[in-house]
């Protein structure tokens, strides 16, 4: 699940990139509205958090813009403007939700997820290969109807591999993708997490799906 953060208070940015990188989720910044827009425009995601208050462009604006150019995407709107008609303003604007600073994490972490469950479509629900299902919205993984207990690393790298299957996933990618950043050779975090993930999904079964591929990464594939 990919975020949006349009939000310009560096506080914020920084704890709501912890919080929800730790439950799984990919995050891009903006921290302004005009680069906001931009990246809402341009690029696709599950859900945009958005603040009303911005440099260049505020969030009123930038939501205004985003539904004239037909992008349907889910926004949530994070402010400190809390009175009743800019709640009601927000909503009429076309918000999906609006919750005001200060505010509990546990509280934004469950409206993220009823959003993302009211916006869903069944067909893009569920993941599943080689009696691997993964419930996106429910966070679930079961193998041969055996629930999984995973990480919130360890499910966003499954997805990756269930996203790819039978495609050779480099270390580069996998770590762009699933931490954020530009792998370091001189690290072993990617082969650690893949380990630690067939421990998982692999170890307890008799047919291993995750295999390496020498010198170039790994793969999702059934050998069967």
């Known amino acids: ?26 995050l891009d910044v903006a921290q302004d509205g005009e680069t906001g827009l931009h990246l809402a425009t341009e690029l696709s995601y599950d859900l945009v958090i958005l603040d ?10 930038v939501l205004q813009k985003l539904r004239e150019r037909d992008r349907n995407m889910p926004v949530l709107f994070l402010t400190a403007r809390d009175s009743v008609p800019d709640r009601v303003r927000g909503l009429k604007a076309g918000a999906d939700d609006y919750l005001v600073k200060p505010f509990a994490f546990s509280e934004l972490l469950a409206r993220i997820w009823t959003i993302l469950r009211r916006n869903a479509k069944r067909d893009n629900e569920f993941l599943r290969f080689a009696g691997l299902e993964m419930d996106l919205l429910r966070r679930t993984v079961f193998r041969d109807t055996k629930r999984l207990d995973l990480t919130a690393k360890e499910f966003l790298l499954l997805e ?51 295999h390496t591929i020498r010198g170039m990464g790994y793969i999702l594939e059934d050998r069967s």
């Open 1 to 26: 699940m990919k975020i949006l953060l349009v939000e310009d208070e560096a506080k914020t940015v920084t704890f709501l990139k912890k919080g929800l990188s730790e439950n799984g989720f990919v």
């Open 160 to 210: 990756l591999f269930l996203q790819h299957p039978q495609e050779v996933l480099s270390r580069t990618f996998i770590a762009e993708r699933v931490w954020d950043m530009n792998f370091d050779s001189d690290t072993n975090t990617v082969d650690v997490a893949v380990r630690r993930l067939r421990k998982k999904a692999d170890d307890p079964f008799p047919q291993k799906l995750i």
């Open 52 to 61: 009303v208050l911005l440099p260049e462009r505020d969030g009123w604006d």
